[in-house]
């Protein structure tokens, strides 16, 4: 297979463990999986390698409770990376875990941990955000014709409004006058 013969970089953020043990069958399908539970680490990562996506350790599959402090910090604030979540089965009807999900996760996937079905969503995922990066780098932009920029900034607020646009919910826009609320 062709597309395993590029090393595709990934971020893996949280608990990993058990994905150790997997670690040989992750890089044989072609991944760079970059481990850490480290905000900051995990933006460093992100930043030095050309990642578009990762998997989100929202629960560790044990009963314990998880913190979502630091991994809705590093979702909501890496627009580039499409995320996989990772979560126990019954946790998907929790609502702080679907707005997780569905604010910030490209898709998720559930304990116990199906490597060759997580492989395909990557995939997946990968080929998406290199679609995306690609044309940003072109400087297309599907879908925002009436917006004008092709600055960082612009291409960073096309990329809230497009995860905006998904859900169902009021927005308010605020400004000074004569800024381009009037979107």
Same mark, same amino acid.
């Given at each position: 297979?062709?597309?395993?013969?590029?090393?595709?970089?990934?971020?893996?953020?949280?608990?990993?463990?058990?994905?150790?043990?997997?670690?040989?069958?992750?890089?044989?399908?072609?991944?760079?999986?970059?481990?850490?539970?480290?905000? @900051?680490?995990?933006?460093?990562?992100?930043?030095?390698?050309?990642?578009?996506?990762?998997?989100?350790?929202?629960?560790?599959?044990?009963?314990?409770?998880?913190? @979502?402090?630091?991994?809705?910090?590093?979702?909501?604030?890496?627009?580039?990376?499409?995320?996989?979540?990772?979560?126990?089965? $019954?946790?998907?009807?929790?609502?702080?875990?679907?707005?997780?999900?569905?604010?910030?996760?490209?898709?998720?996937?559930?304990?116990?941990?199906?490597?060759?079905?997580?492989?395909?969503?990557?995939?997946?995922?990968?080929?998406?955000?290199?679609?995306?990066?690609?044309?940003?780098?072109?400087?297309?932009?599907?879908?925002?014709?009436?917006?004008?920029?092709?600055?960082?900034?612009?291409?960073?607020?096309?990329?809230?409004?497009?995860?905006?646009?998904?859900?169902?919910?009021?927005?308010?826009?605020?400004? $000074?006058?004569?800024?381009?609320? $009037?979107?």
């Amino acid at each position: 297979m062709e597309a395993a013969a590029q090393q595709r970089d990934m971020i893996w953020f949280g608990k990993s463990d058990g994905v150790e043990s997997l670690l040989d069958r992750i890089q044989a399908a072609g991944w760079q999986p970059y481990f850490t539970h480290a905000i @900051d680490e995990a933006r460093n990562l992100i930043n030095q390698h050309r990642m578009n996506v990762g998997v989100a350790v929202l629960e560790d599959g044990s009963a314990a409770t998880h913190d @979502d402090t630091g991994t809705n910090e590093l979702l909501s604030s890496t627009d580039s990376i499409n995320w996989i979540g990772l979560l126990n089965p $019954e946790s998907v009807e929790a609502p702080d875990r679907r707005q997780i999900i569905s604010h910030y996760c490209y898709d998720y996937h559930t304990y116990p941990l199906d490597l060759d079905r997580l492989l395909v969503i990557l995939g997946h995922a990968h080929g998406m955000g290199d679609l995306s990066h690609s044309l940003l780098e072109d400087g297309h932009l599907a879908d925002e014709e009436e917006l004008v920029g092709t600055s960082p900034v612009m291409y960073e607020l096309y990329s809230q409004i497009r995860k905006v646009a998904l859900v169902d919910a009021p927005l308010l826009i605020t400004g $000074e006058s004569g800024t381009g609320k $009037e979107l």
